[in-house]
């Protein structure tokens, strides 16, 4: 089982896999929740990188995770 590097959810943009990661999901749900419009991310060409305090904020708000 490989490793989550602390630092690596720290950073303002995290790509797909760390965002699964961060939140304890898979990747497919991430991509649920981008269609739905309840993530942050930008997208250049093939390249999809999230903003993860905008997306901790949205999440919030939904309710989809909790404030610790």
């Known amino acids: ?3 989550i590097d ?3 959810t ?3 943009f995290a790509d797909k896999k760390t965002l699964a ?3 304890g999901v898979s990747q497919r749900t991430i991509t649920n929740w ?3 419009g ?3 991310f930008i997208k250049v060409r093939r390249v999809v990188r999230f903003e993860v ?5 949205a999440l919030l708000e939904y309710g ?3 404030r610790v």
């Open 1 to 3: 089982m490989e490793t």
């Open 6 to 8: 602390p630092l690596q």
């Open 10 to 12: 720290r950073r303002r």
């Open 21 to 23: 990661e961060h939140y």
């Open 34 to 36: 981008m269609g739905a």
């Open 38 to 40: 309840l993530l942050v």
């Open 53 to 57: 305090s905008a997306c901790d904020d």
């Open 64 to 66: 989809f995770i909790k």
